[in-house]
T-cell receptor, first 110, second 109 residues
Framework: NAGVTQTPKFQVLKTGQSMTLQCAQD?????MSWYRQDPGMGLRLIHY???????DQGEVPNGYNVSRSTTEDFPLRLLSAAPSQTSVYFC?????????FGPGTRLLVL | KNEVEQSPQNLTAQEGEFITINCSYS?????LHWLQQHPGGGIVSLFM???GKKKHGRLIATINIQEKHSSLHITASHPRDSAVYIC???????????FGKGTHLIIQP
């Protein structure tokens, strides 16, 4: 199993550009989530999904959209990037007792 | 919203020392997770606790539900244990985990 994969690893955007952060898992987990990690703060939940076709907002959803058309994929879309969205983004899936995190995407918005 | 506090924020110790990292939270939970974030950024799940104590190799995690407190212990610490250790609590709903800010541990040879 590849586990949870994320692409790209690193991205630079200009203010106002849009992009999609990709996340995929091959463990058939129903629950998937997106977090952002900022210096001096704990990871914060952006959006989550309890299964294909079902998504909901987390703590910091503004400026981000998600969709879950398949169990495997959970892309995060930045609609119009802002410097405040400069962060490291982690996708995760979970089953039973264990959380599985992707390697992260470092995003810099200029 | 659950408030998760970790202490210490930073810890530097010598190889072989016994390490304790603490986590307290403000609202009752269904489970608590300990995670390890490597210097390269990857996050690995170490433990999930809902009561009592768990042990894996040199790592021991305990939780006291009544006191809303958990500890992560590392015995015979080694430089490869250097990482950020993160506590996260699960409120039992579908809305994910609430994370502490992490404890940055450095083990010097």
């Amino acid at each position: 199993n590849a586990g949870v994969t994320q692409t790209p690893k690193f991205q630079v955007l200009k203010t106002g550009q849009s992009m999609t952060l990709q996340c995929a898992q091959d463990m058939n987990h129903e629950y998937m989530s997106w977090y952002r990690q900022d210096p001096g703060m704990g990871l914060r939940l952006i959006h989550y999904s309890v299964g294909a076709g079902i998504t909901d907002q987390g703590e910091v959803p503004n400026g981000y959209n998600v969709s879950r058309s398949t169990t495997e994929d959970f892309p995060l879309r930045l609609l119009s990037a802002a410097p405040s969205q400069t962060s490291v983004y982690f996708c995760a899936s979970s089953y039973a007792e264990t959380q599985y995190f992707g390697p992260g995407t470092r995003l810099l918005v200029l | 919203k659950n408030e998760v506090e970790q202490s210490p924020q930073n810890l530097t110790a010598q190889e072989g020392e016994f390490i304790t990292i603490n986590c307290s939270y403000s609202v009752g939970i269904s489970a608590l997770h300990w995670l390890q974030q490597h210097p390269g950024g990857g996050i690995v799940s170490l433990f999930m606790l809902s009561s009592g104590k768990k042990k894996h190799g040199r790592l021991i995690a305990t939780i006291n539900i009544q006191e809303k407190h958990s500890s992560l212990h590392i015995t015979a610490s080694h430089p490869r244990d250097s990482a950020v250790y993160i506590c996260a609590v699960d409120g039992g709903g579908a809305d994910g985990l609430t994370f502490g800010k992490g404890t940055h541990l450095i083990i010097q040879p």
